[in-house]
């Protein structure tokens, strides 16, 4: 997939269908690629990060799932990024190889976090390493410090970078640290780089600081909501693009209340899209019968600006 556009705007950070039973399910994705295209107005997925489940995964199912997103996302998707990223360099340098044979638009790493790198230098050469596999496909590196403990600044990271990764492209920002996203836009003077911003529920705030879109779990089900949002700012209409986020907020933070993860991403997805996206695989848990009853109450109580 040679990427058309540039990324920015919204992208589905995607999740992984499971059977029953706890098997990869590639026969939905078909009909998922259609749902997000046709009714969330998203064009661009992330497959196999945190949504995705993508840790959990063997490496077989991980690149299956990559042909079948880029399968199935042909003439439809304008950006397939997969993540490659794992703890064991030599598979994540496979996954890079498999991305790039099968024609990604882009791939994108996580820090490893069980041996972490303890400074900016030891993650840049592991994430070298794993790019330099790929040598014609954009490279984006996935910031999530409260899942992997690797906190070392972006802003840091970004200092003679493209020099030591040629194909880096920018990063996926999920983080809530909001002065290291603004130092790294300041610093991306020439915008060079993309900076897709991770925590949902607090986009409206990174877009004013300069990113130049998203990758989260959301916009599977509020891709739609989300644009409007998106549509707002750029009017811009700050009291429209507030009230969407305000809405969207409210949503999550009652989620999180009653324990909102990945589990239950899946689960919403299921009710809200009509495709079943099953069960997470161990050591998640399904969601509760309480949980999905109160999730679909909530969102069906929500009464957004455009009347829907
Ligand atoms: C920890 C986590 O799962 N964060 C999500 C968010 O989209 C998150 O679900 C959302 O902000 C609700 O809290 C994304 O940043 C993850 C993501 O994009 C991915 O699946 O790779």
Request: glycine letters at 8%.
């Amino acid at each position: 997939m040679t990427p058309r556009k540039k990324l920015q705007g919204l992208v589905a950070a995607t999740i992984t269908p499971m059977t029953p039973d706890g098997q990869i399910n590639l026969s939905v994705i078909h009909q998922y690629v259609d749902y997000l295209v046709s009714e969330q107005n998203v064009k661009n997925v992330f497959v196999n990060g945190t949504t995705g489940e993508g840790l959990s995964l063997s490496i077989q199912e991980r690149k299956q799932l990559a042909e079948e997103w880029i399968c199935q996302g042909k003439d439809k998707l304008d950006h397939v990024i997969i993540h490659v990223g794992a703890l064991s360099l030599p598979e994540s340098q496979e996954l890079a190889r498999h991305a790039a044979a099968i024609d990604a638009s882009g791939i994108a790493v996580i820090a490893p976090f069980f041996f972490k790198p303890t400074n900016k230098d030891e993650l840049i050469a592991f994430l070298q390493k794993v790019a330099s596999e790929a040598p014609a496909v954009p490279f984006y590196y996935y910031h999530i410090p409260h899942l992997t403990g690797v906190t070392i600044h972006v802003e840091e990271l970004l200092d003679g970078i493209k020099e030591r990764i040629p194909t880096f492209q920018g990063v996926k920002f999920s983080d809530t640290d909001l002065l290291d996203l603004a130092q790294c836009i300041n610093k991306n003077e020439s915008e060079q780089f993309a900076f897709l911003y991770g925590v949902d529920e607090q986009l409206l705030s990174a877009l004013a600081i300069g990113a130049n879109g998203a990758v989260g779990s959301t916009y599977n089900y509020l891709g739609r909501k989300t644009n409007q949002m998106l549509q707002a700012f750029a009017k811009p209409d700050l009291a429209l693009a507030r009230k969407y986020q305000f809405l969207t907020g409210e949503f999550l933070n009652f989620g999180i209340k009653l324990g909102f993860g990945v589990a239950q991403t899946k689960a919403v997805m299921t009710f809200v899209s009509g495709i079943p996206m099953g069960p997470p695989r161990f050591p998640l848990v399904s969601a509760s019968e309480e949980f999905i009853v109160k999730a679909k109450a909530k969102l069906d109580s929500i009464v957004w600006p455009d009347g829907d």
